[in-house]
Protein backbone atom coordinates (compact mmCIF):
# COMPACT_ATOMS: atom_id res chain seq x y z
CA UNK A 1 0.00 0.00 0.00
CA UNK A 2 2.81 2.61 0.87
CA UNK A 3 3.64 2.79 -3.29
CA UNK A 4 -0.13 3.01 -4.12
CA UNK A 5 -0.33 6.34 -1.30
CA UNK A 6 2.82 7.62 -2.25
CA UNK A 7 1.61 8.16 -5.49
CA UNK A 8 -1.78 9.51 -4.38
CA UNK A 9 0.04 12.02 -2.53
CA UNK A 10 2.50 12.92 -5.09
CA UNK A 11 -1.15 13.28 -7.20
CA UNK A 12 -2.70 15.58 -4.81
CA UNK A 13 0.54 17.54 -4.44
CA UNK A 14 0.63 18.36 -8.01
CA UNK A 15 -2.78 19.86 -7.75
CA UNK A 16 -1.81 22.11 -5.63
CA UNK A 17 -0.22 24.35 -7.27
CA UNK A 18 -1.88 26.53 -10.29
CA UNK A 19 -2.21 24.62 -13.42
CA UNK A 20 -2.44 27.16 -16.24
CA UNK A 21 -1.76 24.29 -18.84
CA UNK A 22 -3.99 23.41 -22.02
CA UNK A 23 -4.51 20.00 -21.01
CA UNK A 24 -2.85 16.81 -18.70
CA UNK A 25 -1.53 13.88 -20.48
CA UNK A 26 -0.46 11.39 -17.66
CA UNK A 27 0.78 7.92 -18.25
CA UNK A 28 0.41 4.72 -16.11
CA UNK A 29 -2.44 4.54 -13.05
CA UNK A 30 0.32 5.83 -10.65
CA UNK A 31 -0.40 9.52 -12.36
CA UNK A 32 -4.13 9.07 -13.35
CA UNK A 33 -5.69 10.28 -9.95
CA UNK A 34 -3.47 13.74 -10.97
CA UNK A 35 -5.07 13.85 -14.18
CA UNK A 36 -8.45 13.09 -12.69
CA UNK A 37 -7.74 16.30 -9.91
CA UNK A 38 -7.01 18.23 -12.65
CA UNK A 39 -9.42 17.72 -14.92
CA UNK A 40 -12.30 17.95 -12.30
CA UNK A 41 -10.08 20.89 -10.58
CA UNK A 42 -9.19 23.17 -13.65
CA UNK A 43 -11.91 22.22 -16.38
CA UNK A 44 -8.97 20.78 -19.14
CA UNK A 45 -9.01 17.79 -21.46
CA UNK A 46 -7.98 14.82 -20.15
CA UNK A 47 -5.00 12.37 -22.27
CA UNK A 48 -4.03 9.20 -20.92
CA UNK A 49 -1.40 7.13 -22.77
CA UNK A 50 -1.80 3.17 -21.71
CA UNK A 51 1.40 1.27 -21.60
CA UNK A 52 -0.17 -1.79 -19.82
CA UNK A 53 -3.91 -2.47 -18.13
CA UNK A 54 -4.05 -3.45 -14.69
CA UNK A 55 -6.64 -5.93 -15.06
CA UNK A 56 -4.57 -7.59 -17.79
CA UNK A 57 -1.78 -7.90 -14.55
CA UNK A 58 -2.90 -9.91 -11.49
CA UNK A 59 0.70 -10.92 -10.87
CA UNK A 60 1.36 -7.14 -9.85
CA UNK A 61 -0.94 -8.16 -6.30
CA UNK A 62 2.31 -9.87 -5.33
CA UNK A 63 3.49 -7.01 -5.11
CA UNK A 64 0.94 -3.99 -4.40
CA UNK A 65 -1.17 -6.90 -1.96
CA UNK A 66 -4.46 -4.47 -1.47
CA UNK A 67 -2.94 -1.31 -3.28
CA UNK A 68 -3.77 -3.25 -6.71
CA UNK A 69 -8.02 -3.45 -6.18
CA UNK A 70 -7.05 0.56 -6.09
CA UNK A 71 -5.26 0.59 -9.15
CA UNK A 72 -8.03 -1.11 -10.74
CA UNK A 73 -10.60 1.47 -9.72
CA UNK A 74 -7.75 5.03 -10.59
CA UNK A 75 -7.33 3.22 -13.86
CA UNK A 76 -10.83 2.26 -14.52
CA UNK A 77 -12.14 5.69 -13.58
CA UNK A 78 -9.84 7.79 -15.71
CA UNK A 79 -9.89 5.76 -18.45
CA UNK A 80 -13.51 6.40 -18.66
CA UNK A 81 -13.58 10.01 -18.35
CA UNK A 82 -10.65 10.74 -20.18
CA UNK A 83 -11.34 13.15 -23.47
CA UNK A 84 -8.70 11.11 -25.19
CA UNK A 85 -6.69 7.52 -25.29
CA UNK A 86 -3.81 6.50 -26.70
CA UNK A 87 -3.00 3.10 -27.16
CA UNK A 88 0.10 1.84 -27.99
CA UNK A 89 -0.96 -0.72 -30.17
CA UNK A 90 -4.03 -2.15 -31.90
CA UNK A 91 -4.36 -5.08 -29.36
CA UNK A 92 -4.04 -2.39 -26.55
CA UNK A 93 -6.95 -0.35 -28.08
CA UNK A 94 -8.96 -3.64 -28.55
CA UNK A 95 -8.52 -4.45 -25.20
CA UNK A 96 -9.35 -1.09 -23.77
CA UNK A 97 -12.76 -0.96 -25.68
CA UNK A 98 -13.57 -4.96 -24.63
CA UNK A 99 -12.57 -4.09 -20.48
CA UNK A 100 -14.08 -0.69 -20.10
CA UNK A 101 -16.66 1.73 -20.98
CA UNK A 102 -14.76 3.91 -23.14
CA UNK A 103 -15.84 5.28 -26.65
CA UNK A 104 -13.95 3.63 -29.50
CA UNK A 105 -13.73 7.15 -31.02
CA UNK A 106 -11.88 8.57 -28.18
CA UNK A 107 -9.45 5.62 -28.52
CA UNK A 108 -6.41 6.41 -31.45
CA UNK A 109 -3.61 3.72 -31.69
CA UNK A 110 0.09 5.89 -31.54
CA UNK A 111 2.93 3.06 -30.65
CA UNK A 112 5.91 3.85 -28.79
CA UNK A 113 8.84 5.23 -29.83
CA UNK A 114 12.66 5.49 -29.31
CA UNK A 115 15.78 8.18 -29.89
CA UNK A 116 17.16 6.93 -32.55
CA UNK A 117 20.58 8.96 -31.90
CA UNK A 118 21.03 7.40 -28.53
CA UNK A 119 19.57 4.17 -29.72
CA UNK A 120 21.79 2.54 -32.31
CA UNK A 121 24.91 0.00 -32.85
CA UNK A 122 28.08 1.06 -31.16
CA UNK A 123 31.37 -0.52 -31.31
CA UNK A 124 32.29 -0.40 -27.62
CA UNK A 125 32.42 -3.83 -25.90
CA UNK A 126 33.56 -2.18 -22.23
CA UNK A 127 30.36 -3.39 -20.71
CA UNK A 128 31.42 -6.85 -21.65
CA UNK A 129 34.73 -6.61 -20.32
CA UNK A 130 32.74 -5.05 -17.07
CA UNK A 131 30.28 -7.82 -16.64
CA UNK A 132 32.73 -10.79 -17.65
CA UNK A 133 31.31 -11.43 -21.39
CA UNK A 134 33.79 -13.10 -23.97
CA UNK A 135 33.27 -10.89 -26.85
CA UNK A 136 35.18 -13.42 -29.15
CA UNK A 137 31.81 -15.11 -28.59
CA UNK A 138 28.51 -14.87 -29.70
CA UNK A 139 25.87 -14.50 -27.12
CA UNK A 140 22.51 -14.41 -26.31
CA UNK A 141 20.91 -11.24 -24.70
CA UNK A 142 17.72 -11.02 -22.37
CA UNK A 143 16.95 -7.64 -20.85
CA UNK A 144 13.73 -7.25 -18.34
CA UNK A 145 12.32 -6.68 -15.60
CA UNK A 146 11.89 -9.66 -12.82
CA UNK A 147 8.88 -10.14 -13.16
CA UNK A 148 6.15 -12.97 -14.73
CA UNK A 149 5.30 -10.88 -16.97
CA UNK A 150 8.61 -10.77 -19.14
CA UNK A 151 8.22 -14.73 -19.19
CA UNK A 152 12.21 -15.44 -17.26
CA UNK A 153 10.83 -18.36 -16.00
CA UNK A 154 10.24 -19.69 -20.27
CA UNK A 155 13.78 -18.48 -20.68
CA UNK A 156 15.14 -20.45 -18.19
CA UNK A 157 13.47 -23.43 -18.91
CA UNK A 158 14.52 -23.08 -22.44
CA UNK A 159 18.14 -23.08 -21.87
CA UNK A 160 18.41 -26.88 -21.38
CA UNK A 161 17.59 -26.69 -25.09
CA UNK A 162 20.13 -24.67 -26.66
CA UNK A 163 23.28 -25.37 -28.07
CA UNK A 164 26.02 -25.09 -25.83
CA UNK A 165 28.81 -22.79 -28.14
CA UNK A 166 27.07 -19.79 -27.11
CA UNK A 167 27.06 -17.80 -23.88
CA UNK A 168 23.71 -16.22 -22.24
CA UNK A 169 23.18 -12.83 -20.93
CA UNK A 170 20.61 -12.36 -18.17
CA UNK A 171 20.04 -8.66 -17.71
CA UNK A 172 17.65 -8.97 -15.10
CA UNK A 173 16.49 -6.81 -11.99
CA UNK A 174 14.20 -5.44 -10.27
CA UNK A 175 12.22 -8.57 -9.09
CA UNK A 176 8.55 -7.36 -8.40
CA UNK A 177 8.83 -9.34 -4.64
CA UNK A 178 11.66 -10.77 -2.52
CA UNK A 179 9.90 -13.87 -3.53
CA UNK A 180 10.16 -13.91 -6.96
CA UNK A 181 14.26 -12.66 -6.55
CA UNK A 182 14.55 -15.39 -4.90
CA UNK A 183 12.54 -17.64 -7.63
CA UNK A 184 14.55 -16.39 -10.07
CA UNK A 185 17.97 -16.87 -8.35
CA UNK A 186 17.27 -20.17 -7.67
CA UNK A 187 16.46 -20.60 -11.56
CA UNK A 188 19.64 -19.45 -12.70
CA UNK A 189 22.03 -21.63 -10.43
CA UNK A 190 20.08 -24.52 -12.03
CA UNK A 191 20.69 -23.24 -14.84
CA UNK A 192 24.21 -22.71 -14.21
CA UNK A 193 24.58 -26.14 -13.29
CA UNK A 194 23.53 -27.65 -16.56
CA UNK A 195 25.80 -25.18 -18.73
CA UNK A 196 28.48 -22.99 -18.42
CA UNK A 197 28.34 -19.60 -20.16
CA UNK A 198 25.57 -18.12 -18.46
CA UNK A 199 26.01 -14.23 -17.04
CA UNK A 200 23.21 -13.20 -14.79
CA UNK A 201 23.92 -8.94 -14.58
CA UNK A 202 21.69 -8.34 -11.48
CA UNK A 203 21.14 -4.56 -12.10
CA UNK A 204 19.36 -1.78 -14.18
CA UNK A 205 21.71 -0.59 -16.43
CA UNK A 206 21.60 2.74 -18.11
CA UNK A 207 21.11 3.58 -21.71
CA UNK A 208 24.81 3.86 -23.07
CA UNK A 209 25.90 0.08 -21.37
CA UNK A 210 22.41 -1.29 -22.96
CA UNK A 211 23.26 -0.11 -26.13
CA UNK A 212 26.39 -1.94 -25.69
CA UNK A 213 24.90 -5.16 -24.94
CA UNK A 214 22.41 -5.05 -27.61
CA UNK A 215 24.92 -3.76 -30.45
CA UNK A 216 27.50 -6.77 -29.23
CA UNK A 217 24.62 -9.41 -29.01
CA UNK A 218 24.06 -12.38 -31.52
CA UNK A 219 20.38 -12.29 -30.67
CA UNK A 220 17.91 -10.52 -28.44
CA UNK A 221 15.08 -12.31 -26.88
CA UNK A 222 12.08 -11.48 -25.62
CA UNK A 223 9.75 -14.58 -24.26
CA UNK A 224 6.71 -12.24 -22.62
CA UNK A 225 3.21 -13.63 -21.89
CA UNK A 226 1.76 -9.89 -21.94
CA UNK A 227 3.35 -6.89 -23.86
CA UNK A 228 1.49 -4.58 -24.71
CA UNK A 229 4.39 -2.82 -26.68
CA UNK A 230 7.31 -4.33 -25.83
CA UNK A 231 10.48 -1.31 -26.24
CA UNK A 232 13.08 -3.65 -25.28
CA UNK A 233 12.35 -5.01 -28.80
CA UNK A 234 12.62 -1.85 -30.66
CA UNK A 235 15.72 -0.71 -28.42
CA UNK A 236 17.32 -3.91 -29.71
CA UNK A 237 15.79 -3.37 -33.68
CA UNK A 238 17.78 0.27 -33.51
CA UNK A 239 21.17 -1.31 -32.51
CA UNK A 240 20.86 -4.07 -35.55
CA UNK A 241 20.27 -6.86 -33.48
CA UNK A 242 18.15 -9.87 -34.23
CA UNK A 243 15.18 -10.54 -32.53
CA UNK A 244 13.49 -13.97 -31.05
CA UNK A 245 10.48 -12.86 -29.48
CA UNK A 246 6.67 -14.29 -28.41
CA UNK A 247 4.10 -13.29 -30.40
CA UNK A 248 1.78 -12.00 -28.23
CA UNK A 249 0.32 -8.37 -27.90
CA UNK A 250 2.11 -5.53 -29.20
CA UNK A 251 5.67 -7.66 -29.86
CA UNK A 252 3.90 -8.81 -33.33
CA UNK A 253 3.19 -4.98 -34.34
CA UNK A 254 7.28 -4.54 -33.85
CA UNK A 255 8.84 -7.31 -34.80
CA UNK A 256 8.23 -8.43 -38.42
CA UNK A 257 8.64 -12.56 -38.22
CA UNK A 258 11.45 -13.46 -41.32
CA UNK A 259 12.15 -10.14 -41.63
CA UNK A 260 13.20 -8.63 -38.34
CA UNK A 261 13.57 -11.75 -36.24
CA UNK A 262 11.17 -14.83 -35.88
CA UNK A 263 8.01 -14.72 -33.82
CA UNK A 264 7.29 -17.61 -31.39
CA UNK A 265 3.84 -18.71 -30.74
CA UNK A 266 2.60 -18.89 -27.60
CA UNK A 267 -0.18 -21.13 -26.16
CA UNK A 268 -1.82 -19.53 -23.29
CA UNK A 269 -4.46 -18.31 -21.14
CA UNK A 270 -6.77 -15.96 -23.44
CA UNK A 271 -7.42 -14.25 -20.28
CA UNK A 272 -5.18 -13.25 -17.67
CA UNK A 273 -2.61 -14.31 -16.38
CA UNK A 274 -2.01 -15.62 -19.66
CA UNK A 275 -0.32 -18.72 -18.68
CA UNK A 276 1.30 -20.84 -21.00
CA UNK A 277 -0.64 -23.91 -21.50
CA UNK A 278 2.45 -25.78 -22.84
CA UNK A 279 5.25 -24.15 -21.58
CA UNK A 280 7.30 -26.91 -22.28
CA UNK A 281 6.31 -26.44 -26.18
CA UNK A 282 7.40 -22.93 -25.56
CA UNK A 283 10.80 -23.66 -24.47
CA UNK A 284 11.61 -25.89 -27.47
CA UNK A 285 10.53 -23.63 -29.69
CA UNK A 286 12.25 -20.57 -28.33
CA UNK A 287 15.60 -22.63 -28.28
CA UNK A 288 15.18 -24.06 -31.76
CA UNK A 289 14.77 -20.75 -33.20
CA UNK A 290 17.29 -19.62 -31.24
CA UNK A 291 19.91 -22.11 -32.56
CA UNK A 292 18.73 -22.20 -36.23
CA UNK A 293 19.74 -18.18 -36.22
CA UNK A 294 22.90 -18.54 -34.28
CA UNK A 295 24.00 -20.92 -36.74
CA UNK A 296 23.11 -18.53 -39.64
CA UNK A 297 25.58 -14.95 -39.11
CA UNK A 298 24.38 -13.91 -42.57
CA UNK A 299 21.03 -14.24 -41.38
CA UNK A 300 21.27 -12.44 -37.98
CA UNK A 301 22.91 -9.55 -40.13
CA UNK A 302 19.87 -9.01 -42.79
CA UNK A 303 17.63 -9.38 -39.62
CA UNK A 304 19.64 -6.67 -37.71
CA UNK A 305 19.56 -3.94 -40.89
CA UNK A 306 15.96 -4.86 -41.49
CA UNK A 307 15.25 -4.03 -37.87
CA UNK A 308 17.10 -0.82 -37.80
CA UNK A 309 15.37 0.29 -41.20
CA UNK A 310 12.15 -0.46 -39.36
CA UNK A 311 12.75 1.74 -36.25
CA UNK A 312 13.99 4.54 -37.94
CA UNK A 313 10.53 4.51 -40.72
CA UNK A 314 8.22 3.72 -37.81
CA UNK A 315 9.32 4.55 -34.62
CA UNK A 316 11.43 7.46 -34.32
CA UNK A 317 10.50 10.57 -31.40
CA UNK A 318 9.16 12.92 -34.51
CA UNK A 319 6.70 10.53 -35.69
CA UNK A 320 5.56 9.82 -32.77
CA UNK A 321 5.59 13.52 -31.96
CA UNK A 322 3.65 14.30 -34.53
CA UNK A 323 0.83 11.85 -34.13
CA UNK A 324 0.46 13.29 -30.45
CA UNK A 325 0.50 17.13 -31.44
CA UNK A 326 -2.71 16.36 -33.72
CA UNK A 327 -4.37 14.04 -31.62
CA UNK A 328 -4.13 17.73 -29.06
CA UNK A 329 -5.40 19.52 -31.62
CA UNK A 330 -8.48 17.66 -31.70
CA UNK A 331 -9.43 18.47 -28.39
CA UNK A 332 -11.28 21.72 -26.91
CA UNK A 333 -8.24 23.37 -25.35
Same mark, same amino acid.
Given at each position: L??A??A?R????F?? =??I????V?????YTHF?????K????I?? !?????S??P????????L?G &???? /? *????K?AL?M?D?V????? @?T??????L???D? %??????????? *???? +???????A???????????YLL????I =???K????L? +?????M???F?IV?C????????????????????K?Q? +?G? $?????M??Q??A???????????C? /??? @?P? &?????EA?????? !??????? &?I??V?V???? &????????????PF????P???A????A?VN??M?????R? +??????RK????N???ST $? %???T???Y???? *?
Open positions: RSFGVRCVDNT =TNNDDLHCHTWGGILAKNYGPL !VITVHLELRPWKREQA &GYDF /S *LWVETEAAIAVSG @EKRDIERFNVP %ARVRVIHNGID *LDQY +RKVDSIALKRYGIDPNKPFVGR =TRQGFQHI +RAIQYDRDQLAAAPDTPGMAEEMKNAVERAAR +RI $IWIDDVDKTCELYSQAAIFIP /SIY @EF &GIINLMACETA !VVASAVG &GKEVDGET &GFLIPLDRLNESEATNEKFRDLARELKNPQLE +RFGKAGRAEEFSW $I %AAKKALETLK *L
